[in-house]
């Protein structure tokens, strides 16, 4: 009879504790590269992502060769020539929400502090964006990369093309795990 106990407790503590996270529902990534001779646009939606409410805990993951540009030969280059995504197949990101309240609800100002890996580069972050809480919570974020600190590197031949810092944005709905 205790093992029952034992056991219906250990289940209603397990559903419990995953009731908080949340897996990526709808992704949207987007870069924008605003050069001298040339705009350069493109967008991801195959990220994968977790999300622990009640910690405030976020992971993702996003596949580099997945970003679709308008012309394919940008897209090719890309990832042939700067992203070299055969060799760093993906860009990730794992961190905590500061300035979070997984009991508030409505749209909240947060930090996203943790570590940024880009090119086979790791860095620490803080960027800055807004969690809405809810049975769907969503996350976004707007921010800039530094090309050269991630050691992407632009030849001299294109410099004008694409800009040294981009724009990135995030846009993710999550739905319960």
């Known amino acids: 009879m205790k093992w029952r106990l034992f056991l219906g407790l250990f289940w209603v503590v397990a559903l419990e504790g995953t009731a908080q996270k949340f897996v990526a529902e709808k992704s949207v990534i987007t870069f924008f590269s605003d050069a001298l001779l040339e705009d350069?646009?493109?967008?991801?939606?195959?990220?994968?992502?977790?999300?622990?409410?009640?910690?405030?805990?976020?992971a993702f993951s996003v596949p580099i060769s997945q970003f679709q540009f308008e012309k394919k030969l940008m897209q090719q280059h890309f990832n042939e020539k700067y992203m070299e995504s055969e060799k760093y197949p993906k860009a990730t990101f794992s961190g905590v929400l500061t300035n979070y309240d997984a009991s508030a609800s409505?749209?909240?100002?947060?930090?996203?502090?943790?570590?940024?890996?880009?090119?086979?580069?790791?860095?620490?972050?803080?960027?800055?964006?807004?969690a809405e809480v809810g049975d769907r919570p969503v996350l976004k974020a707007k921010f800039q990369v530094k090309l050269a600190d991630y050691k992407v590197e632009i030849p001299p031949l294109v410099f004008q093309n694409i800009a040294e810092t981009v724009d990135v944005s995030i846009d993710i709905t999550y739905k319960p795990q």
């Open 40 to 58: 350069i646009a493109a967008t991801n939606t195959k990220t994968v992502s977790i999300f622990n409410k009640q910690t405030g805990e976020v």
């Open 106 to 130: 409505g749209v909240q100002t947060v930090k996203a502090k943790g570590k940024l890996t880009i090119h086979g580069v790791t860095r620490e972050v803080e960027i800055d964006g807004t």
